[in-house]
């Protein structure tokens, strides 16, 4: 409960404009602990440098909630121009998609926008062997999330295409069970947005028992899961249930975001695991900067001392 408050007031006042613009002026520096850079070849050198840890990467261009056509036209044309970048590097492209930085919700020639650009994202991506997943933003675009990954996976096949699963969502073990003619791929998170009690569990208790559920029934229905979490104790029992229920290391992935629990992730692998960093870049950093720290209590002393330093 007092994990959600502390999100709740973080999200909260991080929408209010006079902080945000005074975030962003000032707190490019901390940023920079959780964003990679502000172009592709700064992500790209991110992910190179994780290669060296045994660690892969999950490249994210930074962007959400576009307003226009044009923009998602071109912010589509950005991420596919990541992809031939990453090709270029000699990578296998793997990507995180956010629909409403592509154009959902946006009708252009009698379809969504955003499922037209997210086709000709998979389509790029398939072509070189790579991976776009869709991420999972506020709860009120997870329908229309899930029913255009099932027309993308009907048109390329589950290999090339996943989502992601909230458990802070009453809805989502549901959600689960609907996708499962589709054998998916996906990945199953605790849900960073600001949401109202009637559609996401207020008790941490709650919210990482349905976690556990979904990735246990995940593992055993022997569809693909990426966990993650930097959650040390749902790690461990995630192991575990691996190891009791005969579960392959090749069955499932560790993910984490850059910056976070970098020990974490080299211990991970060292020991054997896949694990994954989610390396997000460009411009629009401040969304994505306000949900990391809605997620750590010690992270708002980082920032207001990095922001004010010297
Ligand atoms: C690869 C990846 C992809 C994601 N994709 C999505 C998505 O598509 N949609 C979505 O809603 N959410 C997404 N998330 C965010 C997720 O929903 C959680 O908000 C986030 O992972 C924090 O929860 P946790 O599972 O780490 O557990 P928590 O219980 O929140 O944290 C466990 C421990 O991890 C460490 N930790 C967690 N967060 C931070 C942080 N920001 N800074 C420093 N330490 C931290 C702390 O030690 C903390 O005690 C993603 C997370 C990851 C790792």
Redesign the pocket.
């Known amino acids: 409960m007092i994990?959600q408050l502390y999100r709740k007031a973080v999200l909260t006042v991080s929408g209010q404009k006079p902080i945000e613009t005074l975030v962003r002026s000032r707190g490019w520096g901390v940023a920079q602990r959780?964003v990679a850079g502000e172009d592709a070849q700064s992500a790209l050198r991110a992910v190179k440098e994780l290669e060296k840890d045994g660690i892969l990467g999950?490249l994210d261009l930074l962007g959400e909630f576009v307003t226009s056509p044009d923009t998602a036209n071109e912010f589509a044309g950005r991420v596919l121009s990541l992809l031939d970048d990453a090709h270029a590097a000699r990578l296998k492209p793997y990507v995180?998609v956010?629909l409403s930085s592509v154009g959902q919700g946006m009708t252009v020639e009698g379809e969504d926008l955003g499922l037209a650009n997210a086709r000709r994202i998979v389509a790029r991506a398939k072509g070189y062997g790579g991976f776009v997943?869709?991420?999972?933003?506020?709860h009120p675009r997870v329908d229309q999330t899930l029913a255009q990954f099932r027309t993308l996976v009907g048109e390329f096949g589950n290999a090339h295409v996943g989502?992601?699963l909230?458990?802070?969502l009453y809805r989502t073990e549901g959600d689960w069970a609907s996708l499962q003619d589709l054998e998916p791929n996906l990945?199953i998170?605790?849900?960073?947005?600001l949401e109202p009690e009637t559609v996401a569990m207020p008790d941490?208790a709650d919210?990482?028992a349905a976690?556990r559920r979904l990735v246990y029934a995940q593992m055993k229905a022997g569809s693909y899961v990426?966990v993650?979490?930097?959650?040390?104790g749902?790690i461990a029992d995630v192991e575990h249930f691996a190891l009791a229920h005969g579960i392959s290391r090749d069955a499932f992935e560790f993910?984490?975001?850059y910056?976070?629990?970098r020990d974490l992730q080299k211990d991970l692998a060292a020991r054997g695991y896949r694990v994954?960093?989610?390396i997000p870049y460009g411009r629009d950093w401040y969304p994505y900067f306000s949900?990391?720290?809605?997620?750590?209590p010690?992270?708002v002393m980082f920032v207001l001392r990095g922001m004010f330093k010297g």
């Open positions: 994990d959780f999950n995180s956010k997943c869709l991420d999972m933003e506020d989502t992601v909230q458990s802070y990945r998170v605790k849900g960073a947005y941490k919210v990482d976690y990426n993650a979490t930097h959650d040390e749902l993910q984490m975001l910056g976070v629990r994954r960093a989610y949900r990391r720290i809605a997620e750590r010690a992270n």
